[in-house]
């Protein structure tokens, strides 16, 4: 097999030792095994049974550094040690991953030089209420706000072409946000993956498992959020500005032609703020900046033009004039806008040419 296997465990159980022994049965015979800190009294004697398998190398942190960082642990370990290998794949400790699964993911991954994930089916009764609600929850969000169409977010099971590996190395995160963070950041270099559907396990209604709710899906949602951030910063740059001029400009000015000039003036000064933030820090974009920089003017020309024209005919019809209620019904169109340009920025202005033809 040309494929190594990253093996991350924390107070692993007697399963780690099942795992592994059933992956080299399945042909595997290079498991990196990372003891990411664990309790001694807890996991010594595991982990001393494990080292003394020959197909296994052991990789240990002093203390307990997250998922994150025992997954880059091992992917240095593989780029340093393993040149001659094709790729890898990682999997979980606590056997939710059956041998013959990883090795079909591996398969594919061999035959089209693509990444393959592992995708687990949250229907069921048998799936604990929490890993259905969580995933399903962060599949939408993920497919809606950031164009990425994946079913099971959160797999362990991911066999990763050598070639991706420079990138997903340098991801930021050293706990469960990783595994989001990795899948931003093959979006944003173009990396190609495809699923494909495993047998879902879930033993003791998934008790063994260190993701802790709470804490760590507010990291998962901390990436997504970051790509509202900009966008909702130059909305509230633009409707301060719409204000301002709405109410400082010459009160003998046509209605017409003051909402115009004040969405104009405003616009420009958001889309200034907007463009460049997400340009350098939310798409983080290698596209050329010319052609940017037209895509985003020509979008934020239409994006004024419906913002002016739906403000401009409900006021009209409602006769709010220079009251406040002009720049309530600004606030309403343009969260409407904001969505619509958002797909479009994400999907067009901001595409990388080496983003084209990405099927993510």
Known sequence: MDVSVILPSYNPSEKLITAVRALNEAGFDDIIVINDGSEKEKSAEIFEKVKEMPFVRLISHEKNMGKGKALKTGFDFFLKNRPYKKGLVTTDDDMQHRAEDIKSCC???LRTGTA???????????????????????????????GIKITDTQTGLRALPSSYLPALIKVS????????????????????????????????????????????????????????????????????AFTLFNLLLPEKLDEGVRIFAATALARIISAAVNFTINRRKVFKSTSR?????????????????????LVYLLTALSGAGRSILSTLFKMAVDTLLFFLCFVAQREWVFNSENKNDNNI
């Open 107 to 109: 398969s594919e991954m």
């Open 289 to 309: 900046l010319k052609p940017s920089i037209i895509k985003y003017c020509v979008l934020s020309v239409c994006q004024a033009g419906l913002s002016y024209g």
């Open 116 to 146: 393959v994930f592992g995708a687990r089916s949250f229907k069921g009764k048998e799936i604990p209420p929490k890993s259905r609600f969580g995933n399903n929850m962060t599949s939408f969000t993920f497919r809606f706000l950031c």
């Open 173 to 240: 995160g050293d706990r469960f946000e990783y595994e989001t963070n990795m899948l931003l950041a093959m979006k944003e270099n173009g990396l190609k993956f495809r699923e494909l559907p495993i047998r879902t396990i879930y033993s003791d209604n998934n008790s063994g498992t260190h993701f802790r709710p709470i804490r760590d899906s507010l990291k998962i949602y901390a990436v997504i959020l970051k790509y509202l951030f900009s966008s909702l910063l130059a909305s509230a740059v633009d409707l301060i």
